[in-house]
């Protein structure tokens, strides 16, 4: 700690020095001359960044006299690098006009392995999610977006990557969830609360499928979702979101519960600015949903602050802090299917407050061009009071802290080796007071050995002691290799082993909720798995791409919530032996000049619990997504249709002990949402309008038994950057 | 020409899906139903004859339990030939959802109430697959629908092995020991 001080003294003492500088701006357009806004520029073996403003402008001062190289990215355009430029106590100006692509695999750049790299060299299967769709599509939640992407499954707010997991009320995750380098699983149930990360603040979505454990420890047995923040601007950028919307009337009269009109609505502020060598943007947002369904009306405000202090164009400090309070009324499970929008009597009035926090800082400093160093302190703040007949609460932090090394002696080798520390303290009535402690250690080498080939090894070490439970050890490796056949063919292969540890609300979990008990089990054991998978990315032309994977996860001690039949009492348990197989297939064309865009996903998979030899719980067999997109001009139309097969097995005992009247009714999932949308920017005029008519068939559907899914709704977004 | 396709495609599967769950589903209730044979003289101490359903197979006495058992129908009278039964009908205990089930059996008891204990309980009739009467047979209930034409037939001279923990404990154990050796002669002699 005395030493991390004195650096940061000497780096704070050195930006004082005045040094000869200049600045570098301009404007960044598509091949149309229109502004683009959020495009990242980097400049290279520096620390320094900013995106652009409303005008597609762009600056970055205080360079210190040297040559730089200017990096420009944005999901949909082909990345583009300057040549050298030089500064001389001058003012440099560099306009780019960048180019639309859908040929991104060799383009496009992603963090997920801890360092910057192309996609076509990552082993693992990875999708990026275009955040433009976020507006588009008007989604209120990070979690909405991911039911359109291929291979991942959402059973309510709790995601599956490949059919990782099923359903356990959110605790535990198998999917290792970062925003700007830091995991937001939470302290006590270690389960993902998505409404913590602001969707108008990010910048980029990465979605790593497969096992990641052998750099991200426990909990990324699944895949990992790196969640980057949007740069902040150099210029001062405010951006205004309203959204507001309705629910259709029920299809069936029976479920009707409300003669009122139902809505929802949101209003999102934030602006971004430097200051000098100080950057910041902040949000603030409302958001009140009186719901589709009787009692699950909530009100929920959010706030989110970044900040960079560039020390030096080789040291920067940044802060980040996301937090939200909620109070949202509780539905559990309906009525009966003929009162399907309404929860039982005994439900009616209950309701949850929640408060989170997510505080984290992050240093980073380049040594020289090969080494370069991150400490990234976080601290995860929970609280929730369930104000219902169980009068559960839960007050719990997590404190991490992860020490990270990038190292290059060459340009053909990357090193990445680091360090992790958590901690994290319970006081709760339904996990009782407890305490856990994890360390890890990972290394990572990639290497490439010949130019068209990438080697990736790597791996962890972790401890993990959980209350007074013994203690866990895991070491996890992972070997990776990529080759590009050529301009056109992509080749991936990876073999990797996943280890989990029980979370506190596996263990130990003591309640009873809607005549359903659960009681701990202390004696879970770590899971652990072996994923091998191989896939192919070819460009049949510049317009029209395939990807096929194929994948086979075994698991081992697979933690899986299930009933036992001695007390009819739930609890999570060691399933001794599961295996998931399968395979995913993504197509993507444009055509009419790129007016059209389509995107068709299946994926199939094949889950076994291996000892009962019957399928795992909430894994749908087929799934496919299809998205299909017209721009026009200024406006544009968008088609987005997914289905799932219905899925073999559910939580049937709670329907046996009678829990849930015709809970074991269950259909295949089938939604078509359709959206029209107009970006004004191109006439002077700072406003994005789209307007959504989600599930438009009003197709009624179950995620878990007894929770009808959103029935039909209409959202109105309005943006306004200035 | 690209966009009449796509326009069809999608105005066929509009047309094509319905509208997913309705109130009338729960009208639906799956299960089964069947005749029970009765062959031979019936037991004159015998005080409860009924039709039970158990989720997983019984390979141990404590499988004999209340959150086991999935179905009970009504006492059978005595000196009857036959009993249909439905589990939508009343019953005793009917806790049958789409799923597959392990065991399903007439039982019968001398106790005066209802009792739990494997001990006070005979089997006196099981169900079998087609086909292969050498081990108890497996119920499966598909979603949506009701399942018929499940027979037993009770032969009160010749009842089919029974379950763990019983009263003949100690003649199943020896079969069991029985068939282990003669596995194991079996195998020396390949």
Known sequence: MRNFTIILIVLFISTNIKAQSGSLFGKITDNNGNALIGVNILVDRTVLGVATNSDGNYILKELKNGTYKLTFSIVGFTKTTSQEIEILNNKVEINVSLVPTSYQYDQLIVTANKFSQKLSDVAASTYIIDTKIFSKKNFQKLDDAFRYVPGVTMTLDQISIRGSSGYSRGAGTRVLVTFDDIPIYTPDSGEIVWELIPVSEI?????????????????????????????????????????????????????????????????TISHSRSFGKLGISASISRFEDLSYRQNQDQLRFSGYLKANYNFSESSTLSFIGAGFTRRRSTFIYWKDLEHALSPSDDDLGQSIKSDRTILGMNFNHIFNKKLSLAIIPSLYLSYWDDKSESDNKS?????????????????????VSGSEFQHNKVTSTIFGNRSSNGIGAYSQIDYKIIDPMNLSFGIRYDY???????????????????????????????????????????????????????????????????????????YISTDFNLDFAIFNNEYFEFIEPGFDLKDGQLFFNNVTRARIQGFEVNASSSFFSQRFLLNIGYTFLHSKDIDLNKELKYRPKHSIVTSLEYTQSFYEIGLDLRYSSKVERIDNEIVDFGLVPNGDKRVEIFVLDARVGANLFSYKLPLRIFLNANNILNYNYVEIIGNIAPIRNYSLNLEFVF | MTIRI????????????????????????????????????????????????????????????????????????????????????????SNVSPDDYSYLAVAQSRTETLSLNREDWKIVGLYFNANDSTKPGTLEIPEDSFVNNIDIVCDFNNPPMQPPGGDDLSNILESIINSQLDFQKLNRNK
Request: proline letters at 4%; glycine letters at 6%.
């Open chain 1, 203 to 267: 910048g980029r979505v990465e979605i790593i499928k497969g096992s990641a454990s052998s750099l991200y420890g426990s909990s990324a047995i699944g895949g990992v979702i790196n969640i980057i923040p949007k740069e902040i601007t150099s210029n001062p950028i405010t951006f205004v979101k309203m959204q507001g919307g309705v629910y259709s009337k029920p299809s069936h009269k029976e479920w009707e519960w409300s003669d009122k009109t139902l809505y929802f609505n949101s209003q």
């Open chain 1, 395 to 415: 007050n719990s932090n997590l404190f991490r802290t992860e020490v990270r090394l990038n190292y290059k002696p060459t340009e053909k080798i990357i090193i």
């Open chain 1, 464 to 538: 993990n002691k959980l209350s007074n439970l013994e203690s866990e050890n895991s070491i996890s490796p992972k070997l990776g290799i990529t080759y590009k056949f050529n301009n056109n063919t992509f080749l991936r292969t990876s073999i990797a082993k996943g280890f989990r540890s029980p979370t506190l609300a596996e263990s130990f979990t003591s309640t009873t909720t809607s005549g359903v008990t659960v009681k701990p089990n202390p004696n879970l054991n770590a899971e652990n798995s072996f994923s091998i998978e191989a896939g192919i990315k070819h």
């Open chain 2, 6 to 93: 796509l326009l069809i495609i999608l105005f066929l599967t509009l047309q094509s899906c319905d509208k997913g769950l309705s109130p009338e589903l729960a009208d639906i209730n799956p299960g089964f139903g069947g005749t029970i044979t009765f062959i031979g003289d019936w037991d004159k101490e015998v005080t409860r004859t009924h039709v039970v359903l158990f989720k997983s197979p019984l390979l141990s006495k404590e499988d004999f339990n209340a959150f086991n058992l999935k179905y009970v129908s009504d006492s059978i009278t005595s000196e009857s030939n036959s009993y249909n039964f439905n589990t939508n009908d009343e019953s005793l205990l």
